[in-house]
Nanobody, 122 residues
Framework: QVQLVESGGGLVQPGGSLRLSCAAS????????MAWYRQARGKQRAFVAS???????NYADSVQGRFTISRDNANNTVWLQMNTLKAEDTAVYFC????????????????WGQGTQVTVSS
């Protein structure tokens, strides 16, 4: 059984910073893309950032230049460094892993974290 454990959320003032982490445990053949999504109250879950196994990253326009995604392939961990936070960044943040199952034939599978609350408010 694969589990994703997220941490790092909390309450921060506008202009502040937070760093989210997501660690995967369990049997996985290979993790391909790792990503962060967020869901604000009353809205649909939305893409924030992603990173490939080779380190190529992609960002939503709303966070470009403020957020940085990174990963540690050896420890199946992904981070999201969030700087210059704004009130509109308030949401529950979820990590998402696109992986290959441990058992043959290693079919594709997607895992989601449980979510961590980020609140930006003065």
């Amino acid at each position: 059984q694969v589990q994703l454990v997220e941490s790092g959320g909390g309450l921060v003032q506008p202009g502040g910073s937070l760093r989210l982490s997501c660690a995967a445990s369990g049997s996985i053949f290979r993790i391909n893309n790792m990503a962060w999504y967020r869901q604000a109250r009353g809205k649909q879950r939305a893409f924030v950032a992603s990173i490939t196994s080779g380190g190529s990253s992609n960002y939503a326009d709303s966070v470009q230049g403020r957020f940085t995604i990174s990963r540690d392939n050896a420890n199946n961990t992904v981070w999201l460094q969030m700087n210059t936070l704004k009130a509109e960044d308030t949401a529950v943040y979820f990590c998402k892993l696109d992986a290959l199952k441990y058992l043959w034939p290693h079919g594709p599978v997607t895992y989601w974290g449980q979510g961590t609350q980020v609140t930006v408010s003065s």
